[in-house]
């Protein structure tokens, strides 16, 4: 069975960093890419992040692009999102999913995790 478990999440100042954790278990790690996705109250999943877990490349949105860094570890299955320079608009709960395309509708990855929340405090 797939799976998918967030950790890291909590609450912070402004400013402060969080490190997210995405472990994976129960399908091949690199056949796949992993997603951090976010939801704040009241709005849609946004892409934050994504990794092609065969070959490294990564993708950022506009909105993270400079604070926050994904990587991954396929010896144990994870990938890591370090976001840092938090603002209060990047409060939200934080998902991680995986598919084997790699796109920014949240609609077409596969597998979801049960998502972490980050809280950051102005």
């Known amino acids: 069975e797939m799976e998918l478990v967030e950790s890291g999440g909590g609450l912070v100042h402004l400013g402060g960093s969080l490190r997210l954790s995405c472990a994976a278990s129960?399908?091949?790690?690199?056949?796949?890419?992993i997603g951090w996705f976010r939801q704040a109250p009241g709005k849609e999943h946004e892409a934050v992040s994504c990794?092609?877990?065969?070959?490294?490349?990564?993708w950022y949105s506009d909105s993270v692009k400079g604070r926050f860094t994904i990587s991954r570890d396929n010896a144990k299955n994870t990938v890591d999102l370090q976001i840092n320079s938090l603002k209060p608009d990047d409060t939200a709960v934080y998902y991680c999913?995986?598919?084997?395309?790699?796109?920014?509708?949240?609609?077409?990855?596969?597998?979801w995790g049960q998502g972490t929340q980050v809280t950051v405090s102005s």
């Open positions: 129960g399908f091949r790690f690199d056949a796949y890419a």
């Open positions: 990794i092609d877990t065969y070959d490294g490349t990564t």
């Open positions: 999913a995986a598919s084997t395309v790699i796109a920014g509708d949240p609609a077409l990855w596969d597998y």
